[in-house]
Each structure stands twice: as structure tokens, then as C-alpha cells.
């Protein structure tokens, strides 16, 4: 499984910002979570949205909750990422991730997922 990020970019505080995230190699069925992580400069990778086995079962970083939203494109193996209201505190690289059979007390950790895209950039300028 191949997972490829893009959609991030140079933005000022307040504007969106979707971000894609395009699997090959497999479609992605039920019982596989999908999620999406930051890392920020000096600071460690840090959970940020996830499908938790299927797209009706959704959890938020409490900073993110209100302002992000995952969604998944079943059509396109594709999922998104929007970002809404956007300030520096969010600038980061984020990943996509992906892996089957999570439980759900491993949703937020890193380390339990088996693939990753190469990251995005997303900068917000204040």
C-alpha cells in the first residue's frame, strides 16, 4: 500500500486548506482506520483526526475538533483532510496513515500504524 499526500501550502491565519491523501496498491475495505498526524519543528508527531474502521466513526485532537474534518472519497481511494480556520499553531508537515485491525485505545498513537505518506507541509503565516 502506497499512501501519497499533497494539498498543503503557505496560508495566513483564518483561511482552509483541504488536504488529500491518495492510496494505491489496495482498496481500503472495512476495518482498516485511516488518520492524520503533524509533526511540527522540534516537537514530536502529534494525532490529529481518524476513521476508526469505517468513516461513520470519527475522532478530533481536542485542538483541531470544530475546525478540521475527515472525510473519505470511497470512489477516489482518497482521504481529506479540511482545515478550516487556520492559525500558526497548526503550521506542521502532516501525514496521512493507515493501518487494519486498530484498536480503538491505539487510535492516536503513531506507532500503530503500518502505512504512511511522505508528509505536506502546511505553513500559516499570522
Known amino acids: 500500500v502506497q499512501l501519497q499526500a499533497s494539498g498543503g501550502g503557505l496560508v495566513q491565519a483564518g483561511d482552509s486548506l483541504r488536504l488529500s491523501c491518495a492510496a494505491s496498491?489496495?482498496?481500503?475495505?472495512?476495518?482498516?482506520?485511516q488518520a492524520w498526524f503533524r509533526q511540527a519543528p522540534g516537537k514530536e508527531r502529534e494525532f490529529v483526526a481518524a476513521?476508526?474502521?469505517?468513516?461513520?466513526?470519527?475522532y478530533y485532537a481536542d485542538s483541531v475538533k470544530g475546525r478540521f474534518t475527515i472525510s473519505r472519497d470511497n470512489g477516489k481511494n482518497t482521504v481529506y483532510l479540511q482545515m478550516n480556520s487556520l492559525n500558526p499553531d497548526d503550521t506542521a508537515v502532516y501525514y496521512c496513515?493507515?493501518?487494519?485491525?486498530?484498536?480503538?485505545?491505539?487510535?492516536?498513537?503513531?506507532?500503530?500504524?503500518?502505512?504512511w505518506g511522505q508528509g505536506t507541509l502546511v505553513t500559516v503565516s499570522s
Open positions: 496513515a493507515a493501518a487494519p485491525r486498530l484498536i480503538l485505545s491505539s487510535l492516536r498513537v503513531p506507532s500503530s500504524y503500518t502505512y
Open positions: 476513521f476508526f474502521r469505517s468513516p461513520s466513526s470519527t
Open positions: 496498491g489496495r482498496t481500503f475495505i472495512s476495518g482498516y482506520s
